[in-house]
């Protein structure tokens, strides 16, 4: 049974930082491309941050910077490091993982709230 643990999320003022962490089970990590994903209040989920299996890295044009994906093979697990946090930084934070085996299986976790507030 595939499931994805997110932590880490918490109150934090602007200018702050927040560590992430996605703990995997379930399935061939070290195959699977992982994201993060988040959901600001009232809008849709977007995009974040992924890291592919050969560990490329790929940011949105708004975290690019401040924001730093990476990947514990070893330890089953994604991390990602949000330093700068903004409020519009605000949202419900998900990981994704995206694992291909003879279809493509999109699976997520349950999310942790970040929240950005002085």
């Known amino acids: 049974q595939v499931q994805l643990v997110e932590s880490g999320g918490g109150l934090v003022k602007p200018g702050g930082s927040l560590r992430l962490s996605c703990a995997a089970s379930g399935f061939t990590f070290s195959s699977a491309s992982m994201r993060w994903y988040r959901q600001p209040p009232g809008k849709e989920r977007e995009w974040v941050a992924h890291?592919?299996?050969?560990?490329?890295?790929g940011y949105a044009d708004s975290v690019k910077g401040r924001f730093t994906i990476s990947r514990d093979n070893v330890n089953d697990r994604v991390d990602m490091q949000t330093n700068g946090l903004k409020p519009e930084d605000t949202a419900v934070y998900y990981c994704?993982?995206?694992?291909?085996?003879?279809?493509?299986?999109?699976?997520w976790g349950q999310g942790t709230q970040v929240t950005v507030s002085s």
């Open positions: 994704s993982a995206v694992v291909i085996d003879n279809r493509r299986n999109d699976y």
């Open positions: 890291i592919a299996s050969n560990s490329i890295t």
